[in-house]
């Protein structure tokens, strides 16, 4: 937490603050003219005055309770005051910014606590990424809380190449040296966890024997028991209502996952009808928003995920509920964070009745006001966080990368990746070729392009190829050096020459996304720290993705950006590239690009 | 926990489980054929079966899953099964009975999991009496978590005479050497902390510094918003929905106490209506017991307090949940208890659709069959722990205590506690007498008898006069060494010689509670142990109080047995004796027994 925002701990003030609640002291603040949103009875109260003394929230009482000419008032003018939003699960590399740059588009959704994993950062540069990561979150304004990431690398070296490494001992010292670390994060590793593979139950037990609960991630139905045995209590990934029901019952919670409806990961509408209706309580339900890109961290916050939930059914003081209290229950922080209850932190937003947010409060101050940071919280984000040089040096490709496979010399199987937008899942298909009228007309024919991931951590510099079937792309190429989770260099396109231009621009620039066409960089949005982050402000670096995705449409891509940044996430189904090779996801097991060659 | 049902923690077996989850290993027991009641969706499923593996469960999977002839079977007959319940706040020594002996009448009810504040041994034997609670707690066959006296002595030594006395340092150690002590027991002492009052906040700081919560005790609306901004988060003092949704809005916790209807504290019925009326949701209510005596123990335990939930309008899984995950959520321990969730201890019970009890397991294992102790539980019993010899000698008595006031020798005003069943308030009342008939008459005319509160710790030995109004006692004497909290000698009656039999008798027996008439015992529960415990079974001291409750209404008492034993405690409105005179409780103010006596 940035100094500017930084207040006594609780046990350190409940007398002054005490003596505030009964009118004995004076508020520092009064924010008054409100209808509070209580997150505990699930109701909006009549109008009323919170009380703000050192930070804290020293009570809500009537109207015109405070007669004191000391405390600074704000006028509320009827609208409704409710807690700062608690995202339960994100990656802040996703939005491709520094964790202090993140917390003014947070902020300005209504924000205030979040629960990060940087497993982003831990895939590229190991513990020490992580721990760059937090010195970056205390200096952040924003309450930024760790869950460790559990799965660095995702699988293992047999399926892909990784920069980190995260073993059972590491993860044991980091939650010994940091207290913001309060959780493990999301074992994504589900089929190894629910098989009792030796080194993910290790993890879990550095988590489970320090007291910490253990994120998850899991998809479908039939490792659910196993997979909650393993000591896993949440999960963002329920994208039924059947499933999210199964989870509950095992004991764990549920985090909606709000995404921008046109990328894959909206799964917030199917799950939420295991409250809607299928009659489940909704109190172990949270909302989350995962991942989102500079841009979309602007437009679909957890401001708006909680109207999302309202729109499907969950009365407004619940669905908030849902994005505040809930979140800190989880991680058992509710004594500090998620309500306007007596002592806690006063982190607040002001909202109109369809939860639009007007204005937000950081430990008691203003630091968004009609829709604008204020001078507080431009001080701070003036004074960010500055990662060292070896953070700017971490993609290490080699020399002259083969872009494109041999071309079979006889009619073959292709093992291709087929794209199903929007969906996260990718399809297996052996589609029957005959190479015989050259790259060209075979991608025609079957609405292919390439697209292959290097290694490039500098440890081998292999690369992998592959086929995208109906990833749309018409000319040039796009790659990324965000290519979860051991982010590889991935890159795409119709033609080698594009995508060595796309290739050359990403080592340049040390990491980054750009899209190509003829021989022109169209959009380029520079990563310059461990190839995922930006050190510039959220906002210019949403300008830039804004003008990527541009590119990334006029090139005729059909899978949008982070889409295709998964496509080497070999934890999802169904079948992935690596820098591996081709990886059948379920079973894990790596397919050759062609097969079936007829004896030449 | 006694050895018997000791268990591996989580982190060092979630490997196996996870086997025993998906298939690949036998459970140690299978319970099928019944409807597990979720607490989670808060639904009853449908027909399954458990999965128990080490004393945790594994999983809840369709019936007929499990194939295997290695497990043990037991076969549920359709009926429910639900989680042990977890009772969020009680005070053993009230039930007369040892941590061990506790247990069975526990299971009994169907309750696997307690936090008791074992502040009254604590006002008799200081951090000394509380650690040796604890090393019985160890031994019993329950989970029993404590939450540490917060206030003893209950005021100050102006106004009672404890034999404890914790201060802030004490209240630390004890933190840092058990475990077991997972929270700060009942802040009293509400009006001096919503002073301010300097050592009340520096206890609450202890707790709060080491991330503990604090539990509350408070009546009335007026210093809810200065008591809840002291940390303070739960309250089972909510008597009204009104001030259960102050409570609730400024983020405490709602207990909500269920003690039988004959007596003054079953609250459950009026503040519940903050949920079924108010429409506040229920999902930070929880339900306790507080206090019972060792009859009542067995008749009102949790399994009927959630009946009554449910007879004042909760629906049965909501009550149930109330009953068990909401505790553990409050205390952060729902990963462990409270719910049928994987990778939590097996305490279950088995319940027909009405609620009643007839099965229970702890870690696993059966301990109540058909409402009986099974063999391991027995076994267990007869292992208890033995408290040190030094416990056995704490009722130090002047040798010839005064019994009586001076009779006034002219008419004036006594200050007369008023009781006014079955409320727990006491009234004060100033009523004009005319001493000239002598005391039968005095007696007689205005409905009184006598009262005396001996301090009995070996400090001084003073002894405080009073008379109380509509006691109901028609002859002989009624004494208790259990007189909250200080638990000094309370004795009521109509004559000298019969409240001299009763004060000898508790002398002799080292403690207990005793009713006389006309030179002769009636009926005698001793309580050797600190003068508040018995070191009987519980069956055992349930059959001797049933006896003693006989007795008490035959004397004619109104106010029952544990309502007397409450007019010594100074926190509880209005009117109270101490040993140090009558106390006016909101104004902490000792009145005298007669005042406007005119000029002799």
């Not at 101050?365 to 701070?380: M, N, Q, S, Y």
């Amino acid at each position: 937490m940035h100094k500017e925002f930084e207040i006594e701990p609780l046990w350190k003030v409940t007398r002054h603050l005490s003596q505030v609640a009964r009118g004995a002291a004076v508020p520092d603040t009064v924010i008054r003219g409100v209808r509070p949103l209580c997150v505990f009875t699930e109701k909006i109260l009549p109008e009323s005055e919170v009380w703000i003394s050192g930070g804290r929230i020293a009570a809500v009482v009537p109207a015109g309770s405070c007669t004191s000419d000391e405390a600074q008032f704000f006028e509320g003018a009827g609208a409704i005051l409710a807690p700062g939003l608690v995202d339960a699960h994100l990656h802040i590399e996703s939005s491709m910014v520094t964790a202090c740059a993140y917390a003014e588009a947070a902020l300005k959704n209504g924000t205030t606590t979040i629960f990060c994993d940087s497993h982003e950062i831990a895939n590229v540069c190991d513990k020490e990424g992580i721990e760059w990561m937090l010195e970056d979150a205390r200096m952040a304004a924003l309450n930024i809380f760790l869950t460790i990431p559990s799965t660095v690398p995702a699988t293992t070296p047999e399926f892909e190449t990784a920069g980190g490494n995260l073993t059972p001992s590491k993860i044991g010292e980091l939650f010994d040296a940091w207290p913001e670390a309060v959780a493990l994060g999301e074992k994504m590793d589900f089929v190894a966890v629910a098989s009792g593979d030796e080194r993910a139950h290790a993890i879990i037990a550095e988590s489970l024997r320090r007291g910490r609960p253990v994120c998850g991630h899991i998809y479908g139905r039939e490792n659910v028991a196993a997979y909650a045995a393993s000591g896993v209590t949440d999960t963002h990934e329920a994208v039924t209502a059947e499933i999210a029901e199964d989870l509950l019952r095992a004991g764990v919670w549920i985090f909606l996952r709000g995404g921008p409806p046109t990328t894959p990961w909206h799964s917030l509408p199917q799950a939420i009808r295991a409250v809607t209706d299928f009659g489940c309580s909704p109190k172990r339900v949270c909302l989350c928003t995962d991942d989102r890109d500079a841009d979309d961290l602007f437009l679909f916050g957890m401001d708006w995920v909680a109207k999302e939930a309202r729109r499907f059914g969950i009365p407004a003081p619940v669905a908030w509920s849902m994005g505040s209290l809930h979140a800190a229950t989880r991680y058992a922080m509710d004594g500090e964070f998620g309500s306007l209850g007596a002592g806690r932190r006063a982190d607040l937003v002001l909202t109109n009745d369809d939860g639009d947010v007007h204005a937000t409060w950081l430990s008691g101050k203003l630091v968004i006001d009609g829709g604008h940071p204020t001078e507080v919280l431009e001080r701070a984000l003036q004074t960010p966080y500055r990662y060292p040089a070896s953070a700017y040096q971490t993609v290490t490709l080699p020399n002259s990368p083969t872009l494109l496979p041999e071309l079979p010399k006889t009619p073959c199987t292709a093992n291709v990746i087929k794209i199903v937008t929007p969906g996260i899942e990718t399809f297996h298909d052996r589609l029957a070729i005959n190479p015989s009228g050259g790259w060209e007309s075979l991608l025609t024919e079957h609405n292919l392009c390439h697209v292959a991931v290097i290694e490039r951590h500098g440890i081998h510099g292999e690369v992998a190829h592959g086929l995208l079937q109906d990833f749309g792309i018409t000319e040039g190429a796009v790659a990324s050096t965000v290519g979860h989770d051991a982010h590889n260099l991935i890159v795409a396109g119709k033609n080698e020459s594009d995508m060595k231009l796309a290739v050359e621009t990403l080592r340049t620039s040390q990491g980054g996304v750009c899209v190509v066409r003829n021989g022109e960089i169209l959009a380029h949005v520079p990563l310059p720290i461990a190839g995922l982050i930006s050190d510039e402000r959220a906002t210019e670096v949403a300008n830039k993705t804004s003008q990527l995705k541009l590119a990334w449409n006029e090139v005729g891509c059909q899978m949008p950006y982070m889409g295709f940044n998964l496509l080497p996430l070999s934890v999802i189904p169904n079948f992935r590239i690596t820098d591996k090779g081709l990886v059948l996801v379920r079973n894990l097991k790596i397919l050759p690009l062609f097969e079936d060659q007829t004896a030449g």
